[in-house]
Each structure stands twice: as C-alpha cells, then as structure tokens.
C-alpha cells in the first residue's frame, strides 16, 4: 500500500471509532474463544473469556465500566481456579486495552479510579493462584500501570495538540480580521483622498469654467489664460490620483501635498474667486508626512466648501506650527451651513477622520456672526536626540 493509501484508510478509520472498536472487539472475543475451545475449556471458561474480551467495545464510550466488568471477570476467573493466561492471551490484550483506554479517554479522576480497581482486581486474584511471590505482585503491576500511563501520556499530547490547533485557528481568525481592518482602513484613506483630490478640483474647475463662459467674447486671451489654468489644475489631479492608486508602479514626478504648499492653494482659490487670506506662522518643513498631509488637505476641503456653499466669501486661513502642534483654522464670511460631523457630508467628515488618525481633533460649525468656522488640532510627534 503506498504511503497516500495508507493514510487515507488512517483517515478513514479515525473518522469511525465505533466500527473500529466493535472490529477489535468482535476479533478479540472470537479470538478468545477459539483459544477456550482449544484448551478443551467449559462453558464457564467461555462465558469469562467473551466477559473480559467483550468490554473493549465499551473502551472510547464507556471506559471504567470497562474495565470493572473486564477486571472483575478477571477476579473471579481466577477466583475460581481458573488460569487466564494458560487459556490464551485474547483475554490479556483486551484487558490492557482496556486500562490504556481508561487513561486516554477518561477525565483523570475516572481514570484513576481505573487504575485502582484494575490493580486491587488483579492483586487480588494472585492468592488465589498457585505461585504468590514478589514477582507476582511486580509484574502484574507493571503490566496494568504501563498501559495506563501510556495511556495518559497520549492522552496529554492529543490535548496539547488539540489545543495547540485551537490557537492556530484563533490566530489565523485574527490574521484575517487585521487584514480585513487593514483592507477597510487603506479603502477608507483612499475614498478621502479621492474625494479631496476631485472634489476640490472638480470645483475649482466649475467655477473657472463658467468664468471663460463670461469672458470669452469680450476678453479672449484672458479666456485663455483661465482655459490655460484649468488645464494645468486637471493635469495636476490626474497625477495625484495616477499616483494615489498607483497606476504607473512608480510615485507621480512632482510635488506632494504639503503646507509648504498652501501659497499655491491660496492663488489657485483666488483664482477660482475666493478671497483668501493665508497666515502661516512656524516652520512647515520638516513635519511628520501624515501630519503635513492632513493639514493640507483639511486646509483644501475647507476651502473647496467655501468655494461650494460661500462662492465669494472672504475667508481666512491661519495656520501655526510650533513645536506640540499645527493648529488650522479656517474660517469665512459666508452664509451659515450645517456644520457638525454627524450632520455633514462626506468631506466634513473625512477632515474629522484625518484629524483622528494623526491623534488630534477637529471641531466644525457655524460661527456666532455668520459664516463657517474649522479649527484642527494635529499634535506632533517629533524624535528625541540623544546625541
């Protein structure tokens, strides 16, 4: 049989305990027989033989009422001057396999209440023999107590690798759900810096579009300086989102988001016709690159919405960098608008995200004397020299 054969049958076999242990059972009291019949033995030789042979069918089920009934037929076939061994060993093997079974397959306190009666059972029967020596005692005790703890040996390495398997699978659950949470965590950044990077450019656009409409009779080159300046921000775009989903395996050519470029921002926002006052005080170098990312685009969603909601408004944009925090806050002169996280769209809510990943927190809501107010606290977290 090949190696595949044979462990398919292993297979096949573990998954029927049952049959397995009637076949043993079955062969062992026929085999016990066999041997009775052929020492010329009675009927009584017979009824303990099939009595101590029979049990093994019990030994997964029920393991100490096998080896009761098992042990005690050894008791009183000795008892009554029978010689178990002289009739065959069918009776022994089961009678081992029975003590080991008690051991593998029962709790410890069963298990030992086996290997008491099994050893009283058989001592106790060694009077009753002709020879009632030392040895007697010795060596039917080690042959009940090896079983048994080989039996509990084989018992303790199933529970450990049964327990180890429940770990495998914990850890492997765990595997998945990280991965799935880490899945879920770089889909939701890519949706907010998509909709960042499209919504304020789909503004802007909008916005510069309808001005060429305006002026493109009565000023044509301005028309194309605007058609111009449009072209450059949807180009701009397209390599923010060609690098953001990685589309040509290598990062865009050119510069990043970054406070170092709110300048351009600002003009890009005025162009598009928001006044936009910009106060940048502390150094915008140098930031931790998921800081000076949220900054920038909480900065460019603010501002997208008050191009959106308060096209025209003036708006100030103040920005402080120190050595805790960058600290936003933009605010405008518009007309009121919904202004809490819950209550809000997709971008308030995304800025309020940013905000939490980096640490910090942002709060959004209409300002006492009209228009909208962002505030954003985003701590820093710089290393430490030790030189």
């Known amino acids: 049989m090949t190696d595949d054969g044979a462990g398919a049958l292993a297979r096949w076999l573990r998954a029927r305990p049952r049959l397995v242990d009637f076949t043993v059972a079955a062969v062992l009291v026929a085999l016990g027989a066999g041997q009775v019949m052929a020492g010329d033995g009675g009927a009584t030789a017979l009824i303990f033989s099939v009595a101590m042979t029979a049990p093994v069918v019990w030994r997964r089920r029920r393991p100490l009422p096998a080896v009761l009934i098992g042990w005690s037929a050894l008791f009183v076939a000795e008892g009554l001057g029978a010689d178990v061994t002289s009739q065959g060993y069918a009776a022994v093997i089961a009678l081992v396999i029975t003590v080991y079974s008690v051991a593998a397959h029962a709790p410890l306190r069963q298990a030992l209440a086996g290997l008491v009666a099994a050893l009283a059972l058989v001592w106790g029967a060694i009077p009753f023999a002709a020879s009632q020596t030392v040895a007697d005692f010795a060596f039917t005790g080690l042959i009940t107590l090896a079983p048994?703890?080989?039996?509990?040996?084989?018992?303790?390495?199933?529970?450990?690798?049964?327990?180890?398997?429940?770990?495998?699978r914990?850890?492997?659950h765990e595997r998945e759900e990280r991965a799935r949470e880490a899945r879920d965590a770089e889909r939701s950044r890519?949706?907010?810096e998509?909709?960042?990077?499209?919504?304020?450019t789909v503004s802007v656009v909008v916005v510069q579009l309808g001005a060429v409409e305006r002026i493109v009779e009565s000023d044509p080159a301005k028309a194309r300086s605007v058609v111009a300046s449009v072209r450059a921000t949807a180009k701009s775009a397209l390599s923010e989102l060609r690098f953001l989903l990685g589309l040509d395996g290598v990062p865009a050519a050119g510069p990043r988001p970054s406070l170092a470029r709110l300048g351009d921002l600002a003009d890009d926002m005025r162009a598009a016709g928001v006044p936009?006052?910009?106060?940048?005080?502390?150094p915008v170098g140098g930031l931790p690159p998921a800081v000076d990312l949220a900054a920038y685009r909480i900065v460019q969603e603010s501002l997208?919405?008050?191009m959106r909601h308060a096209p025209g408004a003036p708006t100030r944009t103040l920005v402080v960098v120190d050595e805790h925090a960058v600290r936003l806050t933009?605010?405008?002169?518009?007309?009121?608008?919904?202004?809490?996280?819950?209550?809000?769209?997709?971008?308030?809510?995304?800025?309020?995200e940013r905000a939490r990943l980096c640490g910090g927190d942002l709060e959004a809501g209409p300002r006492p004397g009209g228009g909208f107010r962002v505030h954003a606290r985003l701590p820093l977290v710089r290393a430490v020299s030790v030189a």
């Not at 998509?194 to 304020?200: K, P």
């Not at 936009?276 to 502390?282: K, P, S």
């Open 194 to 200: 998509m909709h960042d990077v499209l919504a304020h």
């Open 304 to 306: 997208t919405n008050v």
């Open 170 to 172: 914990e850890l492997e």
């Open 148 to 168: 048994w703890l080989a039996g509990r040996t084989i018992r303790d390495r199933q529970l450990r690798i049964t327990e180890l398997r429940r770990l495998a």
């Open 190 to 192: 890519i949706a907010r």
């Open 276 to 282: 936009v006052e910009l106060t940048v005080t502390g």
């Open 330 to 352: 933009i605010e405008d002169d518009g007309a009121t608008r919904p202004g809490t996280p819950e209550r809000a769209g997709y971008g308030l809510i995304g800025m309020a």
